[in-house]
């Protein structure tokens, strides 16, 4: 949308109305690390900035264009909108963007079906021109999450917007996350020169290792290679799909002695956070006594040539496989990431290798699901058919599992997915508590690209209400599993117990599972995590009283009067000089001590005139009243001085 | 392994995308899910 009037400061007011779903307020939170990670927008509680955004439980979703600059601006995220997509896309309108397809050039890209619109629906496909709404010099993108899908407003079954390029007949529509277009865009209409939480991503295809460097005081060095000795025989980025390019690095243990260690230090870096996550590809081919560390080298003035301190090291069997690993960091002043390699006792024919390194300051998922060949799983599931992850134990205490349905489920073609709370360990079980609080689920079917400001990961979280019963039942829906739920059978024979499952059945198409890289070497990767959200349970604090800096920007003192705080009220101060001054509730008058002399002549003037006038109409009246009285009594009377 | 069906509840119930939920809440908002005021309107 044209206009400056209608952008929102980069850090955008919000606040939370009470009758927000849990769930939806902790999947909006995650929107808003989208938008940090991503862009430089950020979002902060309402502390009672003019203008803010209150999201609210509507009936649906939806929003305003634009900042309205009308004070508190509602979006709704109702019943149904707690996805991460729909939320990031009315945040998007907020922001000020219009749908993709409504841009003043979408006839040279999609043809829209006007018979195949809904009666009275047709306002829905508006197009603005140019001097109302602007492309901000980005192509036309059927990736947009702000496009419509095919079938939008259809009466029937056939779609109402058709590409012009027939292989984007199924890419419009996506709600998965934001496109490299839209994050373009977005970028350029707030000029964005750095997004608010990102730090640093490497695929090692350049040749300057994206500023990282060989570590001083070590036996050996990484290498720049596109295969290596005893493994991997291709990178990850690009999986030997392209010649020339398909690079990582490896520290090779086949040669060396014991205890030899390789540094590899990432460019300086410097945090706004106090927490990261790094997250790489390893293939490990060595021996299995070799060993990676991840360390940092922190600064600071008592420091600065740095300290290191180490991490975490990471274990494993070598095997024939990237596999992906995540390491929270806990840094706070300027660092450099150190991957410390070590080659151990014994024979190698391999080494260590590293690709697809990226550095953020958020969170790390907590649990890793790889589901192998997952296209052929995808094909030979019987529809309806679910399979599951394995247990993973929360730092909480409570153990769950993901219900994934490759092929469908009865009631739908795309893939399903459902979380379900598990039995676990019988003491720790014990001492939780039941049913299971406000914890966030979340299930991500990972986009593999190499940059983690591209991908555009399938998440969808649902939420433990403790409260919530099993439909047509007195049990409660996440209460503990050995209660509620089902005895089951692990692959490897343990018994354990299934909780009921809560969660989607249209997770994701498999045209899109197939899509951008979410398969890669044959293999789907889930991230799964649950959080504790029960903090978002309680009303957000309003503002105490309106901010005092806040008032003075309500007014506006002209003739460059100043704007002070008197008590709990803003006035304007206004500018005073020799023998002149301002005056008015907004400086915008003007008076002076010769205006004070020319009043006082004037009004001296006037009263003089104003007297003078009475008194002579006083004088006439009287006059005229002894006249009369006089004719009244025949002629009048003489009067004569009878003592003279 | 094959188990017994568990409870399962579809919090979706079948709809693909916020339009499709605004389609059942009944919405007609402006290009499914747009709050449209009538100055806004004019300025088009």
């Known amino acids: 949308l044209i206009g400056d009037q209608y952008l929102w400061p980069t850090t955008v007011p919000y606040y939370f109305e009470d009758d927000l779903d849990i769930n939806a307020k902790g999947v909006i939170m995650k929107a808003f690390e989208q938008y940090r990670l991503k862009t430089c927008i950020d979002y902060k509680p309402w502390s009672g900035e003019k203008n803010y955004i209150s999201v609210f439980k509507g009936s649906g979703c939806f929003s305003s264009v634009g900042n309205q600059r009308k004070g508190k601006q509602t979006l709704s995220i109702g ?62 993108d059927y990736g947009s999450m702000m496009h419509y899908s095919k079938t939008a407003f259809q009466n029937g079954t056939e779609p109402t917007i058709v590409t012009k390029i027939p292989a984007f007949s199924d890419v419009i529509g996506q709600r998965m996350e934001f496109s490299d277009s839209d994050l373009l865009k977005l970028n350029r209409l707030y000029n964005c020169t750095r997004p608010t939480t990102f730090l640093d991503t490497c695929d090692f295809e350049l040749e300057n ?91 600071n003035e008592a420091n600065p040539s740095g300290t290191l301190r180490m991490i975490e090291t990471i274990t494993g069997l070598p095997e024939t496989l990237w596999q992906l690993h995540h390491v929270s960091l806990n840094v706070s002043t300027k660092f450099r990431v150190v991957f410390k390699g070590t080659k151990g006792a014994g024979s190698s024919t391999g080494g260590l290798s590293l690709d697809d390194v990226n550095l953020s300051e958020t969170t790390c998922p907590e649990h890793v699901w790889r589901i192998k ?44 997915a459902f979380a379900s709370l598990t039995s676990g360990d019988d003491v720790i079980d014990g001492e939780l508590t039941w049913p299971c609080p406000w914890m966030q689920i979340t299930m991500m079917l990972m986009d593999q690209n190499a940059d983690i400001r591209k991908r555009m990961s399938n998440q969808r979280s649902v939420t433990s209400d403790p409260n919530q019963k099993v439909e047509g039942s007195t049990m409660f829906f996440w209460d503990n599993p050995r209660k509620v739920g089902m005895e089951v059978t692990d692959g490897d024979g343990t018994k354990y117990f299934r909780g009921p499952g809560f969660g989607t059945s249209v997770y994701l198409t498999q045209a899109r599972a ?51 705080m008197d008590g709990v009220k803003a006035a304007c101060r206004c500018v005073v000089g020799d023998d002149w001054w301002y005056y008015g ?32 109409v006083i004088v006439v009246c009287m006059k005229k009243k002894f006249k009369k009285k006089m004719n009244d009594m025949g002629g009048g009377t003489t009067t004569q001085n009878n003592y003279a | 392994l094959p188990t017994s069906k568990v409870t399962e509840y579809d919090v979706d119930g079948g709809k693909e995308d916020l339009f499709a939920v605004n389609q059942a809440a009944g919405l007609d908002l402006f290009e499914g899910d747009i709050l449209y005021d009538e100055e806004q309107v004019r300025n088009s």
């Open chain 1, 79 to 140: 019943a149904g909108c707690d996805r991460i997509a729909t939320i990031e896309h009315e945040f998007l309108h907020a922001l000020g963007f219009w749908h993709e397809q409504s841009r003043a050039d979408r006839d040279d890209y999609v043809t829209i079906m006007w018979d195949r619109i809904q009666a009275g629906r047709e306002h829905n496909f508006n197009k603005y021109d140019d001097t109302t709404s602007s492309s901000l010099n980005v192509p036309y």
């Open chain 1, 209 to 299: 290792i994206c500023g990282m460097i060989q570590g001083q005081g070590d036996n050996a060095d990484w290498e720049r290679v596109t295969k290596a000795t005893g493994g991997p025989d291709t990178d990850y980025s690009n999986m030997g799909r392209c010649t020339g390019t398909g690079y990582f690095m490896h520290f090779s243990t086949v040669s060396g002695s014991e205890g030899h260690t390789a540094l590899l230090e990432s460019r300086l870096l410097y945090p706004n956070r106090n927490y990261q996550c790094l997250q790489f590809f390893y293939y490990h081919s060595g021996n299995p006594n070799d060993k990676l560390e991840i360390w940092v080298r922190e600064y």
């Open chain 1, 373 to 416: 060949n997952f296209k052929s799983i995808m094909e030979n599931t019987p529809r309806g058919t679910a399979i599951y992850s394995p247990r993973f134990r929360s730092k909480y205490g409570y153990t769950f599992q993901m219900g994934l349905y490759p092929n469908g489920t009865e009631t739908s073609k795309d893939m399903g």
């Open chain 1, 514 to 564: 197939l899509s951008r890289e979410f398969i890669k070497g044959g293999d789907a990767i889930f991230l799964l995590s649950m959080e504790d959200i029960s903090h978002l349970v309680s009303s957000q604090p309003l503002p105490p009283t309106t901010p005092t800096d806040d008032l003075c920007t309500l007014i506006k003192c002209e003739n460059d009067g100043v704007c002070v």
């Open chain 1, 585 to 616: 509730d907004r400086c915008q008058f003007k008076s002076s001590n010769q205006d004070g002399v020319v009043t006082a002549v004037v009004s001296t003037v006037v009263v003089f005139v104003v007297m003078l006038v009475v008194t002579v």
